[in-house]
């Protein structure tokens, strides 16, 4: 008869480390701030937690990277909005714009 193997243990990430391992495996920046804020909203990826020390899964963070941030999403793969630059002194036309309005 043989003995049980113990099971092997799980890999889990301080949330420090989540934005080092989003970076190199998916492309996507986001920063520990973005991650205590999602999880204070109740938002994904929730993490796991040891007391009070919060862990990340792998799995957790590839399925939320390749539900969150796809080709619809309004945050492209690089982590940030697209958006478009106004030139400027723009914000001043448009004041003037406004003005004549009355």
Known sequence: MTE????RPCHRLRR????????E???????EKTLRNRNAAGLDPKPEYFGTIPFYRPEVLDAFAKSAFTAESPVGRNGYAE????RPGAHRAA????????
């Not at 495996?25 to 920063?31: D, K, L, N, R, S």
Request: proline residues 10%.
């Open 25 to 31: 495996y998916h492309g996507i920046e986001m920063t």
């Open 16 to 23: 420090r480390a989540v934005p080092q391992y989003m970076r």
């Open 4 to 7: 049980p193997t113990a099971p």
């Open 95 to 102: 004041e003037g714009i406004l003005s004549n309005r009355r």
């Open 83 to 86: 958006v478009e630059v106004a």
